[in-house]
């Protein structure tokens, strides 16, 4: 499609929205505004693995690589569900940290410290937001941001909450197939093999909690052999096959449809 066909079919766009109700128009206009913001202020992402991106070699790959993001056009809705999320996250790690303050035996421990004090040189802190520290695994080129860990009746975990639907959390019974490997990435970074895992309703914010227990084969055969694959593909600017075994979930928000499907099913 030209440029100049999308001019005229955001003129057509404008003009019927133009002719819409006051009320109606107010809302349109503000769903246009929230999208074209977040388009328009979206940060170029870092050439680093990502622990919430270990589901597909590919993504890995082009995530490595630096391929430009494409552009999504994610909905007004997706980025108000983004920013509840958000927002539930600070509050929940809050709640977290005051446990103490009614006798629970439970310490919100400070990421940066947890990280000079147990010599985990392997780990960069990079930075800090809110509760939460930017972390880069020197080793792996992994670059991440966890929701924290905590010393819960003496035991250490690392902390992970997740916000989704009703339906999701209904159904829910156990941690996501796709949030192993992310917290099988944090356990390997932090030597923690514990990892606990908060779901909370995004309607009515009810609260389902799970523990994953990971093992040295989660931590290679999740992590390690496929950043070590991945590495390999990259050394050779050559794009990875197409796995069958990749969840449909991974491809759902992908920020690489359009060079996935150019690189064919066998890559290269």
Known sequence: MTKRSLKNIHRLINFAVDQLPVDQMFVADLKTTIEKLDSKEARKPSQYYKPSSMLCLRNMYFQRVGQPIED??????????????????????????????IGVDCEYIDVGKYVEENKLEHLQIVGKKGMETKLLHKDLNIS???????????????????TESTYKWTARSAIADEHIPQGTAYSLCFNIDRVLFVYENRDNCDKKAYLLNVT?????????????????????????????????????????????????????
């Open 216 to 268: 040295d084969d989660m931590k290679f055969d999740l992590i390690v052999s496929k950043i070590e694959e991945c590495d390999q593909f990259v050394s050779k600017l050559v794009v990875p096959p197409k796995s069958k075994e990749t969840p449909r979930k991974a491809c759902e928000y992908c920020n690489y449809k359009i060079a996935c499907r150019r690189a064919g099913e066998s890559g290269g």
């Open 72 to 101: 999504s056009g994610v909905s007004a809705c997706l980025v108000g569900i983004c920013e509840t999320g958000s927002s539930r996250h600070i509050h929940i790690q809050s709640y977290v940290d005051r446990m103490r303050e």
């Open 144 to 162: 991440f941001l966890c929701d924290g860990i905590i010393k819960y009746h003496g035991e250490y975990y690392i902390f992970e909450f997740k």
